[in-house]
C-alpha cells in the first residue's frame, strides 16, 4: 500500500489537478500549488511527530551505532532483517541464536567479556553496538516487506485534504488574502495545528511512534 497521491487527493476534494510529468507532481494549475509537495509535508510532519525525523517512515537499510544492553531500541522499525551486527567489536549472526530480531528492538541473550557464552551473563560495563539493518515500511507486503499501514495513510491523506481545502478555499473565494475582516468579524487563513488536532492524536495512538532513541 503506497503513500497517497495527487490522484487520491482530486478525489477527495473535487480540486481538479493538473499532472506535470517534467516535475512528476499533481499541481493546481490556477494558482500553481503543487500538492505532491503537500504530501511530502505531511509525510515529514507525521515523521516528526513520531521522533522519526531521522529516517523518516519509508523502508531503507541505515547503520546504528549504539550503547550495547540487553534490549537494542532502533530508530528505524518495523526491523525487516539485520545484514550486521557487531557488539564490542564482536561480531554476531542470527543464524546460531547470537541475537533474535523483533519489530522494534533487537535483543542479545548472553554474551561475556572473553567471547560469545550461552552460559555466562552480560558484562554490564559499557559495549558499543553497531547494527545495520532493513527497517521501515514499504509499498508492497509480504515476507521481507511491512506495507505502510492503511491509518497511517489515511492520517497524511486527510492532512493534505485539510490543507488543501483551506488554501483553495483562500485562494478561490477570497482572491488570494492572508487575512480578511467583515465589520467587527475577523478571520485569517494561516495554516492552524488546532484543525489537525484529531490527526495528531490518531497518530499518538498508532504503533509507528519512536520511543526512547536519543
Not at 480540486?15 to 517534467?22: D, F, G, M, Q, R
Not at 521522533?51 to 549504539?66: C, N, Q, S, W
Not at 560469545?116 to 559495549?127: A, C, S, Y
Amino acid at each position: 500500500m503506497a503513500w497517497p497521491t495527487g490522484a487520491d487527493i482530486q478525489q477527495r476534494t473535487d480540486i481538479v489537478l493538473s499532472y506535470n510529468e517534467a516535475d512528476e507532481a499533481y499541481v493546481v494549475d490556477e494558482y500553481g500549488l503543487d500538492v505532491t509537495q503537500m504530501i511530502l509535508d505531511a509525510i515529514a510532519a507525521c515523521a516528526a511527530y513520531c521522533h522519526r525525523e531521522r529516517y523518516g517512515f519509508d523502508e531503507a537499510e541505515v547503520t546504528e551505532t549504539l550503547d550495547g544492553d540487553y534490549c537494542i531500541q532502533v530508530a528505524h522499525p518495523p526491523v525487516m532483517s539485520v545484514s550486521s551486527l557487531t557488539w564490542d567489536g564482536t561480531t554476531l549472526t542470527e543464524d546460531d541464536d547470537e541475537f533474535e530480531v523483533y519489530d522494534r528492538m533487537i535483543l542479545i541473550p548472553k554474551v561475556s567479556t572473553t567471547g560469545l557464552q550461552r552460559t555466562e551473563p552480560f558484562d554490564l560495563g559499557r559495549k558499543i553496538v553497531v547494527v545495520t539493518y532493513t527497517g521501515g515500511y514499504s509499498d508492497t507486503e509480504g515476507a521481507t516487506h511491512r506495507a505502510i499501514p492503511r491509518e497511517l495513510k489515511s492520517i497524511v491523506r486527510e492532512m493534505v485534504v485539510r490543507e488543501l481545502l483551506r488554501i483553495d478555499h483562500q485562494y478561490r473565494e477570497m482572491k488570494g488574502v492572508r487575512r480578511y475582516a467583515i465589520g467587527e468579524s475577523s478571520a485569517d487563513f494561516s495554516s492552524d495545528n488546532r484543525l489537525m488536532s484529531d490527526l495528531y492524536a490518531r497518530l499518538a495512538r498508532g504503533p509507528w511512534e519512536v520511543t526512547g532513541i536519543a
